[in-house]
C-alpha cells in the first residue's frame, strides 16, 4: 500500500478539498459573499468627530456614515496605543494573549522611569507568521485582499535580524493580495510626497497622503471581479505629524475655538478620503453589497478628550474609548446607536460571521461577534471587557494598569503602588470619583475578576528590579 498522499495524482483534489475546509473555505460560491471594508483611523479620539459632539470640526463624509449605520457610544481599543489593537484586529486575540503590549519599537527590555525600580513587562514587538489572521481566513475563502496604510506590526529588532526580516512580517506575508504602505513605520516621515516609505511610490511632488491611499482604495473596490473583496484601510491620519493643506489649515485658524488648526484640517482631510471612496461604492453599485467598519486604534492624543479623563497611552476613558460605525444596508437600521461596550477584538468574529465563516476548530478568539448588536436581537452577552497596559507610552505620562469594565463601572489596577480606582462610568464619564472606599466589595468582585482574566490570559506583569 502507497502511503505517500501524493505519490498518486489522484489524491491532490481530496487534499486540497480538506485543506480548505480547515480554512473554512465553503463549497457554495462566493458570489453572494458581502465586500468588507475595515476602515481604521490612527489615533482619533472619541470626540474628535462632529457625529460624536465635536461641532467645530467638519465631518461630513463620516457623519454620514453613521447616519446610515450604527455608532456605538462605547467603544473600546484593545488596547491604548497602536501595535497592539492592530494585532488585535488581525489576530481577534487580546494584546495581552498575544504579548503584543507596546507600540513597537516600545522601549529597551526592563524600562523605568528615572528614579524608579518598577521595569514595565517584556513585549513583542511584531505580529507572528503562525497566527492565523482575518486576511488568511478570509483569503483563503476566494476573498481579494487588499491592505492599504499603516501597517506597524513588522518591527523586528536588530538581534532578530539574522532570523527573520522586517519585510518577511509584512501585510504581503499575512494574507493580503496587495500591500500599499503597511510597513514598520508608526507613523509617515511625511504626509506629502515624496512619502519615503519603500512599500508607496511617490506621486507627484506635494501629493497629500491622505488622497492618494484614497486613490489606492477606489482602485481596488473598483477593479471588475468576480470574488467579493477583503479591503483593510488604515490611514496614517491624524498621527503625527500634524500636515495638511494649508488653505484646510488657515480655514480652522479662522475659527474659534480650535485648538490646533492642523489637527483639525487632519481630520477634515481624512473624512473627505473616506467621502471619495464611499462614494466610489456607491457610483459601482456596490453599497448594498459592502460592510463597511470605521473606527480608531486608541483615544486622541492631539485633540480635545474632554469630557474623558486623559489620552493616548492611557488607561483612563480618553486613551481607550474610540468613535466606532458599521454600515451594514438591509441589516443594521440607518441612524441607530449601541451603547453595550465592545472592544477591537470583537471585529474579527463579526467579520468570520458577515462572511459566512466558522471559526476554526483550534482557534483562541478573545472577542465576540457584534451581528447579534447590529441585527438588534437582544442575543449578545458578555460579562466584561479588559485592559492591560503594562508598558509606559512613547511619552512616559502613563502609569502602568489594568482594567475591567463590567456593566457600567470600571476598575483600574496600578503596578506602581498597587493602587484601586473605581468609577462609576454612567455617572461620571470623566473619571473624576474614585468609589473603592464606598464600594469596596463591588472594587473586590471586579479586581477577583481582573485576577482571573490575567491567569487566562498568561498575561506578562511589569517587575521591580531587585526581585529579579
Known amino acids: 500500500m502507497n502511503t505517500n498522499l501524493f505519490s498518486n495524482s489522484r489524491w491532490i483534489p481530496v487534499w486540497l478539498a480538506f485543506v480548505a475546509t480547515s480554512l473554512g473555505m465553503q463549497n457554495d460560491a462566493t458570489a453572494d459573499r458581502l465586500n468588507i471594508v475595515v476602515i481604521m483611523v490612527d489615533d482619533l479620539g472619541w470626540r474628535d468627530l462632529h457625529c460624536y459632539g465635536n461641532t467645530q470640526i467638519d465631518t461630513p463624509h463620516i457623519d454620514q456614515l453613521a447616519n446610515e449605520g450604527m455608532r456605538f457610544t462605547d ?3 484593545a488596547s491604548p496605543v497602536c501595535s497592539p489593537t492592530r494585532a ?3 489576530t481577534g486575540q487580546t494584546p495581552a494573549r498575544l504579548g503584543i503590549t507596546n507600540h513597537a519599537p516600545g522601549h529597551p527590555d526592563g524600562f523605568s522611569l528615572e528614579g524608579s525600580d518598577l521595569c514595565e ?8 507568521l503562525s497566527y492565523t489572521t482575518i486576511a488568511e481566513r478570509l483569503k483563503a475563502a476566494g476573498y481579494a485582499t487588499a491592505h492599504i496604510g499603516k501597517w506597524h506590526l513588522s518591527h523586528v529588532a536588530k538581534k532578530d535580524q539574522s532570523r527573520i526580516a522586517e519585510q518577511e512580517l509584512r501585510p504581503q506575508h499575512q494574507g493580503f493580495d496587495l500591500n500599499i504602505g503597511g510597513t514598520r ?3 509617515p516621515p511625511s504626509y506629502f510626497s515624496p512619502y519615503r516609505n519603500d512599500a508607496l511610490t511617490d506621486g507627484e511632488e506635494g501629493e497629500y497622503l491622505p488622497d492618494r491611499l484614497a486613490e489606492e482604495a477606489i482602485e481596488f473596490v473598483t477593479e471588475p471581479r468576480e470574488e467579493p473583496f477583503f479591503l483593510s484601510w488604515w490611514p496614517f491620519s491624524v498621527h503625527y505629524p500634524l500636515q495638511a493643506p494649508e488653505a484646510t489649515i488657515e480655514k480652522y485658524r479662522k475659527r474659534k475655538g480650535i485648538r490646533d488648526p492642523a489637527y483639525a ?3 477634515e482631510g481624512v473624512d473627505g478620503a473616506i467621502g471619495r471612496v464611499m462614494k466610489a461604492l456607491d457610483d459601482a453599485g456596490m453599497r448594498d453589497d459592502t460592510f463597511v467598519i470605521f473606527k480608531s486604534d486608541n483615544g486622541g492624543y492631539n485633540g480635545d478628550n474632554r469630557p474623558l479623563r486623559g489620552f493616548k497611552g492611557m488607561i483612563f476613558e480618553g486613551g481607550i474609548r474610540i468613535p466606532w460605525i458599521v454600515r451594514w444596508p438591509g441589516v443594521v437600521e440607518a441612524g441607530t446607536t449601541c451603547s453595550v461596550p465592545v472592544i477591537s477584538t470583537d471585529c474579527y468574529p463579526t467579520i468570520l ?7 476554526l476548530p483550534d482557534a483562541v478568539l478573545d472577542g465576540k461577534s457584534l451581528v447579534p448588536l447590529l441585527k438588534q436581537t437582544g442575543e449578545f452577552e458578555r460579562d466584561a471587557i479588559f485592559f492591560h497596559y503594562p508598558n509606559y507610552a ?3 505620562r502613563n502609569r502602568l494598569a489594568s482594567a475591567v469594565r463590567a456593566g457600567d463601572h470600571k476598575l483600574i489596577r496600578r503596578y506602581d503602588d498597587g493602587s484601586l480606582e473605581l468609577y462609576n462610568l454612567k455617572q461620571d464619564l470623566g473619571e473624576k470619583h474614585n468609589l473603592v472606599d464606598q464600594q469596596p466589595e463591588l472594587a473586590k468582585q471586579l479586581g477577583n475578576k481582573l485576577d482571573a482574566w490575567l491567569t487566562e490570559v498568561n498575561a506578562n506583569l511589569p517587575y521591580h528590579s531587585d526581585a529579579r
Open 75 to 77: 467603544a473600546y481599543a
Open 88 to 90: 488585535a484586529m488581525m
Open 121 to 128: 513587562a517584556p513585549t513583542v514587538r511584531h505580529l507572528n
Open 185 to 187: 513605520l508608526g507613523g
Open 265 to 267: 484640517a487632519m481630520i
Open 353 to 359: 460571521e458577515v462572511a459566512k465563516l466558522s471559526k
Open 394 to 396: 512613547f511619552h512616559k
